[in-house]
C-alpha cells in the first residue's frame, strides 16, 4: 500500500481564495483524520470520520472550514475564503478502530 | 484542560546519554496510549504503542502509570539519529480520536 496520500503537498494561495485540500486514506482503514499542525499550537484535530460519517468536528476553528468523505477511498478539507491565519501544515491520517494513525506527507499551505 | 500535556522541552543531550519524556492525560478512561515520532518538515510516524505492562523496543522503554495518569518514553545509549520531536498520543476511547501532547524536542549532541 502507498500509505496515506494528499495532495497537494505545497500551496500558496491569496487571502480570500478558497483551498481545497485531498486526502486518499490507506485502503480498508475506516477512520480518517484531518489535523492542522503549527508551531504555536501544535497538533490539532480539526474532524475525523468513521465508515465516511464525520463523528467529531468540534476542532473546526470557524464556518470557513468544511471537510467532506463522500467515499471511503477520499476526503476533502475546504476552507473558503482563506486567511493568512490559516497559514500551517495540514495532516491526513487514517486507522483501524484503537490501532495507530497513519498520516500522509501532509499540505503545507501558506495563505498570503 | 488540555487532553494531553507534554513538556515542549528542548531537551540537549550527548551521544550515549539516557533521556526520558513524560506525559500526562486528562482522561482517565483512555485506553490506547502511543509515542510518535517527526522529523523536520515531515510527519509523524508511530515510534511504538504503550502497554499497561510497560514495553520495550531496543534502546526505548514506554511505560504507562494509571494511577497517576502519565506516559513515559525512555531512550538509552542516545544517538545523533534520536534528534527528532517526540509525540505522546492518547485515545480517550469515547470515539477514535487521537489527541497529540505538543511535543517534546531532542537534540542528541556529538
Known amino acids: 500500500d502507498a500509505g496515506v496520500i494528499q495532495s497537494p503537498r505545497h500551496e500558496v494561495t491569496e487571502m480570500g481564495q478558497e483551498v481545497t485540500l485531498r486526502c486518499k486514506p490507506i485502503?480498508?482503514?475506516?477512520?480518517l483524520f484531518w489535523y492542522r499542525q503549527t508551531m504555536m499550537r501544535g497538533l490539532e484535530l480539526l474532524i475525523y470520520?468513521?465508515?465516511?460519517?464525520?463523528?467529531?468536528d468540534s476542532g473546526m476553528p470557524e464556518d470557513r472550514f468544511s471537510a467532506k468523505m463522500p467515499n471511503a477511498s477520499f476526503s476533502t478539507l475546504k476552507i473558503q475564503p482563506s486567511e493568512p491565519r490559516d497559514s500551517a501544515v495540514y495532516f491526513c491520517a487514517s486507522s483501524f478502530v484503537n490501532t495507530e494513525a497513519f498520516f500522509g506527507q501532509g499540505t503545507r499551505l501558506t495563505v498570503v | 484542560r488540555k487532553e494531553v500535556e507534554q513538556d515542549p522541552g528542548p531537551f540537549n543531550v550527548p551521544e550515549g546519554a539516557t533521556v526520558a519524556f513524560n506525559c500526562t492525560y486528562s482522561?482517565?478512561?483512555?485506553?490506547?496510549f502511543f509515542w510518535y515520532r517527526q522529523d523536520c518538515r515531515k510527519e509523524p510516524k508511530l515510534l511504538m504503542s504503550?502497554?499497561?505492562s510497560g514495553n520495550e523496543d531496543g534502546r526505548f522503554t514506554a511505560q504507562l502509570n494509571r494511577a497517576s495518569q502519565y506516559i513515559s518514553l525512555l531512550i538509552r545509549d542516545s544517538k545523533l539519529s534520536d534528534s527528532a520531536t517526540y509525540l505522546c498520543v492518547v485515545n480517550p476511547n469515547t470515539g477514535n480520536q487521537f489527541y497529540f501532547g505538543t511535543g517534546t524536542s531532542l537534540t542528541v549532541i556529538p
Open positions: 482522561n482517565s478512561a483512555s485506553q490506547s
Open positions: 470520520f468513521n465508515n465516511n460519517v464525520p463523528i467529531d
Open positions: 504503550v502497554y499497561s
Open positions: 485502503s480498508g482503514h475506516d477512520y
